[in-house]
């Protein structure tokens, strides 16, 4: 298994959680150390598409570690150099405009900051109903800044949202990979 110490940052955009529990458990095949970190949207909001204990049940059985879901929780992360990559999965249009922004708001934006300060790579899994709208801003913004990576995204369903961008959340492995060395997989866009 390889030592560097991956952050799982999970945020709302709850029609996804799915895939990205399968994403999790790849990881947790690759990595040793697998952190989780759940926005507090996540952590507290119940939908049609579970209920926020058992969201937090499954990250703590796939990760074996307490799931962190406050900002006093994470901000460690960036003095005491917790972990080598940062994966946020999935990172919703109103995540990726608070990076953007420079906005630390949240468990997971907190988590974000803290890592950044030590120039270190953070993922971003794409899942957004406006990336082809008003958040398409701030996609770019974060495309052009040094430290962040994407997992490769395209339109969800063209043809009923055609705003919506989803990552392809089964090359989230290889980019987490890529990013650790510095490296953009390519293409982003599919």
Do not use: W
């Not at 420079?102 to 899994?125: E, F, Q, Y």
């Amino acid at each position: 298994m390889r030592k560097e110490r991956v952050g799982f940052a999970v945020c709302g955009s709850f029609c996804t959680h799915g895939q990205m529990l399968k994403a999790l458990e790849r990881l947790t095949a690759l990595y040793e150390t697998v952190i989780p970190i759940v926005s507090e949207t996540a952590a507290f909001t119940d939908t049609r598409f579970g209920t926020s204990e058992d969201l937090l049940e499954k990250l703590e059985d796939l990760t074996g570690r307490d799931v962190l879901c406050d900002i006093p929780s994470v901000e460690p992360i960036g003095p005491k150099k917790l972990l080598d990559v940062l994966v946020i999965a999935p990172a919703t249009g109103n995540t990726i405009a608070k990076l953007a922004n420079g906005i630390a708001d949240t468990a997971v934006t907190m988590a974000a900051k803290s890592h950044l300060r030590n120039g270190r790579p953070v993922v971003l899994a794409v899942s957004t109903n406006d990336g082809l709208a008003a958040g398409a801003r701030n996609i770019g913004e974060l495309l052009a800044r040094k430290h962040y990576y994407f997992v490769p995204f395209g339109q969800d369903s063209a043809e009923t949202k055609p705003c919506s961008l989803v990552a392809d959340f089964e090359r989230l492995p290889e980019t987490v990979d890529a990013a650790l060395r510095g490296e953009q997989i390519q293409p982003i866009l599919l």
